[in-house]
Nanobody, 121 residues
Framework: QVQLVESGGGLVQPGGSLRLSCAASGSIFRVDTMGWYRQAPGKQRELVADITRGGETNYADSVKGRFTVSRDNAKNAVYLQMNSLKPEDTAVYYC???????????????WGQGTRVTVSS
């Protein structure tokens, strides 16, 4: 079994910062692209940022210049540093990863359970 476990959400004031972490565990051969999505109340889930195994990044326009995605391949982990947070960043943030299992030898897409981020004064 493979699972993604997130941490780091919480309540922060506008202009503040938070760092989200996500680690993949289980029967893993290789972790390919990892990323973060978010879903605000009443809205569809959207891509925030992702990063390939080689380190290429992709960001939603709404977070460019404020958020930074990074990863540690040795730890099968991905991080999201969020600065200059705005109330509109309030959402549940989900970790996502394409993982090749060591038992299946096939890539599957996995989701974490989500971590809530609330930006409010």
């Amino acid at each position: 079994q493979v699972q993604l476990v997130e941490s780091g959400g919480g309540l922060v004031q506008p202009g503040g910062s938070l760092r989200l972490s996500c680690a993949a565990s289980g029967s893993i051969f290789r972790v390919d692209t990892m990323g973060w999505y978010r879903q605000a109340p009443g809205k569809q889930r959207e891509l925030v940022a992702d990063i390939t195994r080689g380190g290429e990044t992709n960001y939603a326009d709404s977070v460019k210049g404020r958020f930074t995605v990074s990863r540690d391949n040795a730890k099968n982990a991905v991080y999201l540093q969020m600065n200059s947070l705005k109330p509109e960043d309030t959402a549940v943030y989900y970790c996502n990863a394409d993982i090749v299992g060591s038992r299946t030898w096939r890539p599957y897409n996995y989701w974490g359970q989500g971590t809530r981020v609330t930006v409010s004064s």
